[in-house]
């Protein structure tokens, strides 16, 4: 629009010095007689300096018709009436005024869609960068907004389903504008994502503390909508602009990352502090590398033990991924694994865990025949429909029975999308490899669909079995489950055991399986072949 705005002012100046040309022009070549049409000329300005937008048409149409008019006159010797001239002149600039105003007016419109969001008509994520950008370039930033809040209002998106998008527009208004009172008087709200608002305010607080008890008592009262009380929630991401070395987008981005370690953490407000960039550039970093290091060899699979509690015999192994960076050192699971789940990269990153430890498992076929090798699947890879056929040609790759891969999938990922995870899970069983519910016992609502799950064995949580042996309770939890699993035709995986004591409680327990720190830890390639139990 700035463009548009110097574009029109030049016009303005190039038209005014034409029309001041032809004036003069026409007034050394005696045309006309009479004063009469060269004041009405230079009249023009102040006939048209009211229209505004018509000043441009009205301008250049008069220099042309008077240019055309004289210009015959003069060189044919035709003489045409003065009134004549004047209706003409005056009609073709009036139509001319016109046609650029109604240009004018859609261009304003233009500006007001670009600037505004359509539903709620507060200003949109453009007006924002333009404040931000405003705000920045002032000569006194103290007497400017010192901060930036983005919110996110978590539950949007049902509000909007079980109305419309209207209503929940409304509705958002309302609970804006009483979020916006948070942030004290002058604090303005754009809206700056489909679910987001961001607030620019001038805050005398210090402390976010006090921000967030005023924050916590908006969002605890309702907004009515035909009688019916709906509650929003909301996470608010908080950073201070307290100078203008950074650019809008450092400062939005800041905000969002605020925002983002709200969410996660479930924190109603965090302010920005310089550990969470480090964390983000660890993250980029992270992310930017996995695929590289899948394909170097700086990230590999180690291997933990399986151990049949009932001979005290090596079964088989899950597969744990191991990172050493060039740069970032040595990365834990809990490091990077998170990330990835995060991202598209996890469907390549399973596809890999499942290649190697087949590729492993290959190598290990003459010494160790019957060894199976467990994978931990994402819920994002029950979600691919083709995630069954890519498992089967990896089998069909290396040329192995299905039954040596054991896929692991927590049933806190199964309930995230359980029909849909129950479809694939099926179509893997068809195979068929072995479906193990991992972390059972931490979900909530698994035992609603635990009959319908094509898996042949549960591994219960460590949490349970590091309480194993000094809490009767526990106990009475873990015989359940092993009493369930077997009801269910499943075999029962105990993961965690790190006491003789403990394997000797799951060993009176009839449990099948044990894994953990008591038997080894996860171990390179070249050092689980070689193992064995002691």
């Not at 950074?246 to 550990?275: C, H, M, P, W």
């Not at 995870?421 to 698994?446: M, W």
């Not at 064995?457 to 590091?466: M, N, Q, Y």
Request: overall charge negative; aromatic content about 10%; hydrophobic content about 45%.
């Amino acid at each position: 629009m700035k463009i548009l705005q110097n574009y029109r002012r030049q016009l303005v100046l190039l038209s005014l010095l034409c029309l001041a040309f032809t004036a003069l022009y026409l007034w050394l070549n005696g045309y006309p007689s009479n004063n009469s049409t060269l004041i009405t000329l230079l009249l023009v300005p102040l006939v048209i300096g009211s229209l505004l937008y018509g000043l441009i048409g009205m301008i250049i149409s008069s220099v042309l018709v008077f240019l055309v008019f004289y210009g015959l006159s003069y060189g044919q010797d035709v003489t045409v009436s003065y009134w004549f001239r004047f209706i003409i002149f005056i009609a073709i600039s009036g139509f001319v005024a016109f046609f650029v105003q109604v240009q004018a007016h859609y261009e304003r419109r233009i500006n007001y869609l670009l600037n505004h969001d359509p539903g709620t008509k507060l200003p949109s994520r453009l007006a924002l960068w333009q404040a931000i950008d405003n705000q920045l370039n002032a000569k006194n930033m103290a007497q400017s907004p010192n901060g930036l809040a983005v919110i996110a209002i978590d539950n949007l998106h049902d509000i909007s389903i079980t109305f419309d998008h209207d209503v929940a527009d409304e509705l958002l208004v309302t609970m804006w504008q009483r979020i916006v009172d948070v942030f004290y008087p002058g604090a303005k709200a754009y809206h700056y994502h489909r679910e987001r608002l961001a607030v620019l305010f001038h805050n005398p607080e210090s402390n976010t503390d006090v921000l967030q008890r005023k924050l916590a008592s908006v969002l605890a009262e309702s907004v009515k909508y035909n009688g019916i009380p709906i509650h929003f929630s909301a996470h608010v991401g908080y950073v201070p602009i307290d100078s203008n070395l950074r650019g809008k987008r450092t400062i939005i981005n800041e905000a969002e990352s605020a925002l983002l370690y709200a969410i996660e953490n479930d924190r109603q407000l965090v302010e920005f502090s310089a550990e969470m960039r480090c964390e983000k550039r660890t993250a980029l970093a992270i992310l930017g590398s996995v695929r590289t290091a899948m394909a170097s060899g700086e990230l590999t699979l180690h291997y933990q033990p399986k151990i049949d509690l009932k001979n005290n015999k090596v079964v088989g192994f899950e597969a744990l991924a191991r990172w050493r960076d060039t740069k970032l050192g040595v990365l834990s699971p809990a490091e990077f694994i998170p990330l990835i789940e995060n991202t598209e990269i996890i469907h390549d990153f399973t596809y890999w865990a499942i290649d190697f430890a087949l590729k492993t498992l290959k190598k290990w076929s003459s010494d160790k025949p019957d060894c199976f090798i467990a994978v931990n699947v994402s819920s994002h890879n029950l979600s691919d429909d083709g995630f069954a056929d890519k498992v089967k040609s990896l089998l069909k790759k290396y040329t192995l029975a299905s039954s040596v891969l054991e896929l692991e999938i927590t049933e806190s990922e199964i309930m995230k999308n359980p029909e849909k995870a129950i479809k694939v899970l099926q179509e893997l069983a068809d195979i068929p490899v072995v479906i193990s519910i991992d972390d059972f016992g931490t979900g909530y609502s698994s035992l609603a669909y635990l009959n319908r799950l094509p898996a042949t064995a549960l591994k219960i949580d460590r949490a349970f079995i590091s309480q194993l042996d000094n809490d009767k309770n526990v106990k009475a939890i873990v015989t359940a489950a092993i009493d369930l699993g077997h009801a269910l035709g499943m075999k029962v995986i105990a993961e965690g055991v790190e006491t003789e004591n403990q394997r000797k409680i799951l060993q009176e327990l009839d449990c099948d399986i044990g894994q953990g720190y008591l038997f080894s830890a996860a171990m390179p390639e070249s050092e689980a072949l070689c193992w064995k139990v002691l």
